[in-house]
């Protein structure tokens, strides 16, 4: 594979792991490019060592398209030791002649990891935030417990899966719950692991036994356990309303 980012690197130009969901939304990830039209490996590797890796100057860089990061990163001549070096095609403000190491392959490749995730997060914001427009039937504890959910979302760490489960999930999988993109098989698993084949007999039942299974979410040792603890807690009453009826 291409070469690892150097440590110094990795700390200025990717979010630590224990930053909040909110703190990530926030990161200044750069811009990706869309469109890989009529560009291939050859015209991005390079044999010669690198010219410059000023951090600076790789954080302010748009990212090359998907595709393309792709390729670069399972491409067997990249990954030979024959080419040391990465130019930047699809960027034309970059000259021919500028040469980054190879590890802005794997950085890249990282942000685009980290852009699908900010994706799922955002987009249940906005669920939640449509969910506190003002109705005439707005329920006052609806409201309440979102604005709750905002105030824990500057204490859950972004990283890490779900802990309490036969089936390991990211802390990301949470951000369905506030959408229409659930109720899938990994759903239902987790409920049925809570249930026990009981069935639920009402919303405030659901709504319990949500709570309960993000309880169980959050690991049981150390006070940040506490603070996840109390903080999925919130957020899965809150998701759950969202799966009510729109009032």
């Known amino acids: 594979m291409c070469s690892e980012i150097p440590l110094d690197a990795r700390n200025q130009l990717l979010p630590d792991l224990s930053l909040s969901i909110i703190q990530l939304l926030s990161f200044p990830f750069p811009p990706i490019s869309l469109s890989h039209s009529g560009l291939v490996i050859d015209e991005y590797i390079f044999h010669n060592a690198p010219n410059t890796n000023d951090i600076e100057t790789i954080q302010s860089l748009v990212v090359s398209s998907p595709t393309i990061i792709k390729n670069l990163a399972t491409d067997p ?3 030979t030791g024959q080419y040391q070096s990465i130019r930047l095609p699809h960027l034309l403000h970059i000259t021919s002649d500028t ?16 852009w699908q995730i900010c994706s799922k997060w ?3 914001e906005g669920q939640l935030q449509a969910q506190r427009k003002p109705r005439r039937k707005t329920l006052v504890l609806l409201v309440t417990i979102i604005n709750k959910v905002y105030g824990m979302m500057t204490c859950i760490s972004w990283s890490g899966n779900l802990h309490g489960f036969s089936v390991q999930v990211p802390i990301s ?11 899938t098989n990994k759903h239902e698993a987790q409920m049925l692991e809570l249930l026990n084949g009981d069935l639920l007999q009402s919303v405030m039942i659901c709504l319990f ?9 959050a690991p049981s040792h150390g006070p940040q356990s506490v603070s996840l603890s109390i903080a999925a807690q919130c957020l899965i009453v809150t998701i759950c309303c969202c799966a ?4």
């Open 77 to 79: 001549k990249v990954n």
């Open 244 to 247: 009510m009826p729109h009032l």
């Open 122 to 124: 955002t987009k249940a």
């Open 173 to 183: 999988f949470l951000t369905t719950y506030a959408t229409k993109d659930w109720l």
């Open 99 to 114: 040469h980054f190491p190879l590890w802005i392959v794997q950085y890249w490749a990282a942000v685009i990891d980290l």
């Open 209 to 217: 036994l949500f709570f309960h299974l993000f309880t169980s979410c």
